[in-house]
């Protein structure tokens, strides 16, 4: 009984989130185009809302723990739901994805993404779509934009516990730019998993937990993000089942 009612909830969690995306994304495309502030301005509406229908209807709430950049800096995030990207996107103030190129194509999200400066890049061509990535963020070698570029290392949502490898992207963007690195862990996908529509009520967190500064070397770099990070994200999870 409890997994139909917990069904039913992520069917109109669904219907809900995606229907004012539609809506708000309409009404702000407009000025949105005019103004990336604006572009801005409409999503973290659109993520508020999310973050209502998904409190009322699966008692679904969420939390940001940790300091929040504000500057130019890489973050480097676990990834396990929608709602992961919904919470970065709200509480960070000039964010840039790195996201895969098919996201581009999406009705309304591919139109926000691009205008606020995503990025977007190909599986399958690993040099080509590392050139093109750091080519794309170049801009950050001459001037200060006071954007957090996030990228999920592992490249794609995971079940929660489940292990993936981390991929080199993330070490590229951090050597490159010299820029100082935020990582965050994350217990979303206990709420809202991937490729199921159970929602289960709690509370769902994002931890701004570590700051890398510049200079470490790739593989180094590599092997702490994935360790941090995997350990953050498994301690949120447990916090969760013990509470």
């Given amino acids: 009984m409890k997994v139909i009612i917990s069904t039913m909830r992520g069917l109109i969690n669904d219907i809900l989130i ?5 809506i708000l994304g309409i009404i702000g495309l407009p000025f949105s185009i005019l103004s990336e502030r604006w ?49 970065l996107a709200y509480f960070l103030p000039k964010f840039s994805f790195v996201m895969k190129k098919e996201i581009v194509f999406t009705p309304i999200i591919g139109i ?15 040099s080509k779509a590392l050139n093109k990535m750091v080519s794309d963020y170049d801009y950050l070698s001459d001037k200060k934009e ?27 963007l951090y050597g490159k730019f010299n820029l100082s690195c935020h990582l965050v862990g994350t217990n979303t996908g206990i709420f809202w998993p991937k490729g ?46 013990d509470s």
């Fill in 39 to 87: 572009a801005y301005r409409f999503i973290k509406i659109y993520c508020l809302t999310c973050f209502f229908i998904l409190r009322v209807i699966s008692n679904i709430k969420v939390e940001c723990r940790g300091v929040i950049p504000k500057n130019d800096v890489l973050i480097c995030s676990k990834h396990m739901s929608f709602l992961d990207i919904l919470m």
């Fill in 196 to 241: 199921s529509w159970i929602r289960k009520p709690g509370t769902a967190v994002i931890h701004f937990f570590e700051i890398i500064e510049p200079g470490m070397s790739l593989n180094t770099f590599m092997d702490k993000i994935e360790n941090d990070i995997e350990n953050c994200s498994n301690n949120l999870m447990k916090e969760n089942v």
């Fill in 112 to 126: 926000y993404a691009l205008r606020v400066g995503c990025v977007p890049v190909k599986r399958g061509k690993r």
């Fill in 18 to 22: 995606f229907f004012s995306m539609f």
């Fill in 146 to 172: 006071n954007k957090q570029i996030v990228i999920y290392p592992q490249g794609t949502r995971v079940l929660p516990y489940q292990k993936k490898e981390y991929k080199v992207g993330a070490g590229v």
